[in-house]
């Protein structure tokens, strides 16, 4: 077992967010705690991008307070997380998870085993040395994951990871993703596939324009949603 | 024709004084790309990566230096160390360092310049995964000149290309002095001037095959890079 | 993780290798036995410098660094106080220069002769004339092209005297006819070659040039076609940089017997260029 989790809960307190005049979180409260993975639905531009970076402390509240662990500010030391559109360095794959264990402060002489530790762990060992921005794009997202998981996080965000990933290459980050929750790390996940919220989900947050429309627990919400688009969701239809 | 060939003998011959040019004009254009590297790689960077105000005006003079006229450095150079000018008390004037003053004055701008262009383009690609990676300031800086070091060689040798093929600033601060201050511009210019063409024809051949070879490696480094990053 | 180590380690041993392989080649001279003398492009192109240098620094031990210039440039940078040395052609600009100060004393040192060039077809009609001012004038009635070096030398200005002399006023008389182009000798015979123009030139460089083309020697031996050099050592009193120990000893060897021996040897295709005289006091 690890260490007491200092960030958890993650909480937000009628937080909104404003982009150019835009509440792009509009009142959201939300409590995320340690335990089973929490998957955000909802379609592209409810805020769910914005709520994992704000979640991660990369974006500040407007109005509101986001605390981790009860503090207001946090150091992300034991946070990751993982963009929608990850960029690699332009190194090799283990140069890029070397990098990201120096930036965690491994000590110089951990870092090799450790690497390897975490290539294996996504199932990347063997593909050290190739350059990384020569990997297909479920490799890549294996090493996003990767890099991630080298800050040791008690909290693991990610932004659609399989957004643009073929079947097979989606179940391999599923069962990473399974096997990381499973370990003890807070999973927070976006997605709009309704069979992968469904695949993943302890608890759901369904937003929709900024704001919360539901959350609950998983088999609560797929049993019987509560709101219009809740229901329109779970029936497979396409929120707008 | 026939200067061509006696030009080609003369290159092969290994003229001493030949090879003693070549040898000057290498060290002052190398010495003076290095000393442009040292000021331009981190004020490149720093323009890259800061913001404040009056930064877009800078970034434009900056460009517009890349094409300062070498006769015109040369003049300024040269009126700053002669000894009657204010540095004119170090002695420099027409010794081979007031020539690498001159060239990293030309050279230095270029080098900024397309330093900022190379760290500001892969900045804004990784600046997502900095602030993902809680990365301080000074590693990022760090990290992004060494993930785009063959681009800044590659800059590197344009810079020296540029040292190289000038006269104007040279021939000025230096005054191609026989044995001292004669470079392969300067010599090319002084002989031709003399009506001793094949001379300056071998020196032409020499600086002409440096020249592609800087562009050889700068493709090479270009290449490597690709291979490495991918 | 073994791309990062080695790959960062190798480049910035390069890095540093070039630097100490480089760093040590250009540096100054400043610590040896050298002057810098401030001369002009005809002397130079004239080759007499790369004969006379390494007999100096023989018979004196003083390395002489020559900055060639047109004579108003060289006499400038002296005023400025970046050379030490003064030797050109221009007699009444280096009174000029004496009579401000910045110079010691002018000695005379040897003498050369102007000749006009021009293409072998003459178009002025001048090849064999014994007085220099009708033939420029000839030149200028026919408008025939002529390059002038027009850059302060002790030639242009030499130039300039000789069409006084033939009663042109040049300045009025001068058309598309007349090229000044503010270079060298060197330059201006370059110039006068490719388009077949007349032009002024001091005998040494004329001999030495290799260009020619079709240019050939239409008119000397005209006493106005004369041209005295002086020496002068810049003011040690006005510029304190100035090396007067080793400058005097130059100056001393150029008008010494085995100097000017030296001087009057120098010879092209079997022909003496410079006549020493530094014994003729009114020179």
């Not at chain 3, 130039?159 to 060197?186: C, F, H, T």
């Not at chain 3, 330059?187 to 240019?215: E, M, P």
């Not at chain 3, 106005?224 to 940089?241: A, D, E, M, T």
Request: hydrophobic share 45%; charged share 20%; glycine share 10%.
């Amino acid at each position: 077992m690890r260490a007491s989790v200092t960030d958890l809960p993650v909480k937000f307190a009628e937080v909104v967010i404003l982009a150019g005049g835009v509440a792009i979180l509009d009142r959201v409260s939300i409590d995320l705690a340690a335990g089973q993975p929490t998957v955000l639905i909802g379609p592209n531009g409810s805020g769910k991008t914005t709520l994992l970076r704000a979640a991660m402390g990369l974006v500040r509240a407007s109005r509101g307070r986001i605390t981790w662990g009860g503090r207001e500010t946090s150091p992300p030391t034991r946070r990751a997380i993982v963009l929608q559109r990850p960029v690699h360095l332009r190194r090799s794959v283990a140069g890029n998870v070397a990098y990201a264990l120096a930036a965690a402060g491994v000590p110089r002489a951990q870092r090799e085993r450790r690497g390897t530790e975490l290539l294996s762990l996504v199932g990347l060992q063997g593909l050290g040395g190739r350059p990384a921005r020569q990997l297909s794009g479920g490799e890549q997202q294996r090493l996003s994951l990767a890099r991630a998981l080298a800050r040791d996080p008690a909290v693991l965000f990610l932004d659609e990871p399989t957004a643009s990933l073929d079947p097979v290459a989606t179940k391999e980050i599923e069962d990473i993703v399974r096997s990381i929750s499973g370990r003890g790390v807070k999973v927070v996940m976006a997605t709009h596939d309704l069979g992968e919220a469904k695949r993943l989900a302890g608890e759901i947050v369904l937003l929709h324009r900024g704001r919360i429309l539901e959350s609950g627990r998983a088999q609560d919400f797929f049993a019987a949603p509560m709101t219009d688009e809740g229901r329109k969701f779970t029936a497979g239809e396409l929120l707008v | 024709m026939q200067e061509n060939a006696s030009a080609v003998q003369l290159v092969l011959s290994g003229d001493p004084t030949l090879f003693a040019i070549v040898w000057l004009s290498l060290s002052v254009s190398l010495s003076a790309a290095f000393c442009a590297a040292v000021i331009g790689v981190p004020l490149g960077a720093l323009l890259a990566l800061t913001r404040f105000r009056g930064r877009e005006p800078v970034i434009v003079v900056l460009n517009a230096l890349m094409g300062l006229p070498p006769v015109v450095v040369g003049l300024a150079v040269f009126l700053a160390l002669s000894r009657s000018g204010p540095l004119g008390s170090w002695g420099l004037l027409f010794t081979p360092p007031a020539m690498v003053v001159a060239q990293t004055v030309l050279v230095t701008p270029i080098i900024a310049a397309l330093t900022r262009q190379t760290i500001e383009d892969l900045w804004v690609e990784y600046r997502d995964e900095f602030a993902a990676m809680n990365i301080g300031p000074l590693r990022r800086v760090v990290t992004l000149v060494w993930d785009a070091r063959f681009s800044l060689v590659t800059t590197l040798l344009a810079g020296f290309g540029r040292a190289a093929a000038e006269v104007g600033a040279i021939i000025i601060v230096g005054g191609n002095i026989e044995g001292y201050t004669r470079t392969m511009t300067t010599a090319i210019a002084l002989e031709t001037s003399k009506g001793d063409l094949s001379l300056a024809i071998g020196l032409g051949m020499v600086l002409i095959s440096i020249i592609i070879l800087i562009s050889a490696l700068a493709w090479g480094a270009r290449r490597a890079g690709e291979r490495l990053a991918g | 993780m073994t791309d990062f180590k080695p790959n960062r380690r190798s480049f910035i041993a390069a890095a540093a290798f070039s630097l100490v392989a480089f760093a040590a080649a250009p540096g100054g001279a400043q610590t040896e036995r050298s002057i810098v003398v401030a001369s002009t492009t005809s002397t130079q192109d004239s080759g007499l410098f790369d004969y006379l240098l390494p007999i100096v620094k023989q018979q004196t031990g003083v390395t002489v660094k020559v900055v060639a210039q047109g004579t108003g440039q060289a006499l400038d940078t002296a005023r400025r106080g970046d050379a030490d040395v003064v030797f050109v052609h221009a007699k009444s600009e280096e009174l000029k220069f004496l009579a401000e100060g910045e110079g010691v004393k002018r000695y005379p040192v040897m003498y050369n002769d102007f000749v006009l060039i021009g293409p072998h077809s003459d178009p002025a009609g001048i090849r064999g004339m014994k007085d220099v001012g009708k033939a420029l004038q000839s030149i200028k009635d026919q408008r025939a092209s002529f390059i002038s070096r027009g850059d302060r030398s002790g030639t242009h200005l030499a130039e300039l005297n000789l069409w006084q002399d033939s009663g042109v006023d040049i300045d009025k008389a001068r058309g598309p006819w007349y090229k000044s182009i503010g270079q060298g000798m060197g330059a201006a015979l370059n110039t006068a070659a490719a388009s077949d123009a007349y032009t002024l030139s001091d005998r040494a460089t004329w001999i030495h040039f290799k260009n020619k083309g079709d240019l050939t020697i239409l008119v000397e031996g005209d006493r106005r076609l004369f041209n005295q050099y002086g020496v002068i050592l810049v003011n040690p009193s006005k510029h304190p940089n100035v090396k007067q120990a080793l400058g005097q000893q130059f100056i001393d060897f150029l008008i010494s017997p085995a100097g000017q021996k030296a001087i009057g040897a120098y010879k092209i295709d079997g022909q003496q260029l410079f006549h020493p005289n530094a014994k003729d006091a009114g020179a």
